[in-house]
T-cell receptor, first 113, second 113 residues
Framework: GNSVTQMEGPVTLSEEAFLTINCTYT??????LFWYVQYPGEGLQLLLK?????DKGSNKGFEATYRKETTSFHLEKGSVQVSDSAVYFC????????????FGRGTSLIVHP | GAGVSQSPSNKVTEKGKDVELRCDPI?????LYWYRQSLGQGLEFLIY????????KSGLPSDRFSAERTGGSVSTLTIQRTQQEDSAVYLC???????????FGPGTRLTVT
């Protein structure tokens, strides 16, 4: 079946540090890939997406590139802010085969001033 | 436009009672999903509906859980004879089609005492 594996948290960084949260996936067919973010006390919201190989999703300074050869979709940001503190979820939704969306366990990011 | 709404936002119930949780998806979205999120855990898929197709109930943890979607819009998740382990945040999401990005509601926090 489909699966998503993302790095364990929490990730603790100082403001303006570089961020990478690793995400790898297993899926049949050609899934779309997503990063969702859950800020403290709020619901999940889409951060960025990519629908085919080599696509780069970007939003709010975050980027992730759909790498089919390494089955990865790592999230990066060049300079994090305190307001980026949240839980980040990598997810996929496949076309063909299983349509059940698959989420990673989430990675908590804590950014200190 | 209006997002996904859920009601109630909080529900406290006694063990053994039945509860109903409601979800109003974004108008025009054909797919609707229910998830469960326990404290510090990722998202556990419960069920999805897509248009007029039979729902995928493969994630429902027991026969105490059921869900319906009326008229392709509003959905109700019912938990019968609640147990303490049912305590969690129940999230609803909708998407334009099954493989598109999901829009999440704020969730219903269920506490079984």
């Amino acid at each position: 079946g489909n699966s998503v594996t993302q790095m364990e948290g929490p990730v603790t960084l100082s403001e303006e540090a570089f961020l990478t949260i690793n995400c790898t996936y297993t899926a049949t067919g050609y899934p779309s890939l997503f990063w969702y973010v859950q800020y403290p006390g709020e619901g999940l919201q889409l951060l960025l997406k990519a629908t085919k190989a080599d696509d780069k999703g970007s939003n709010k300074g975050f980027e992730a590139t759909y790498r089919k050869e390494t089955t990865s979709f790592h999230l990066e940001k060049g300079s994090v802010q305190v307001s980026d503190s949240a839980v980040y979820f990598c997810a996929l939704s496949a076309s063909g085969g299983s349509y059940i969306p698959t989420f990673g366990r989430g990675t908590s990011l804590i950014v200190h001033p | 436009g209006a997002g996904v709404s859920q009601s109630p936002s909080n529900k406290v119930t006694e063990k053994g009672k039945d509860v109903e949780l409601r979800c109003d998806p974004i108008s025009g979205h054909t797919a609707l999903y229910w998830y469960r999120q326990s404290l510090g855990q990722g998202l556990e898929f419960l069920i999805y509906f897509q248009g007029n197709s039979a729902p995928d109930k493969s994630g429902l943890p027991s026969d105490r859980f059921s869900a319906e979607r009326t008229g392709g819009s509003v959905s109700t998740l019912t938990i019968q004879r609640t147990q303490q382990e049912d305590s969690a945040v129940y999230l609803c999401a909708s998407s334009l089609e099954l493989w598109y990005e999901q829009y999440f509601g704020p969730g219903t926090r269920l506490t079984v005492t």
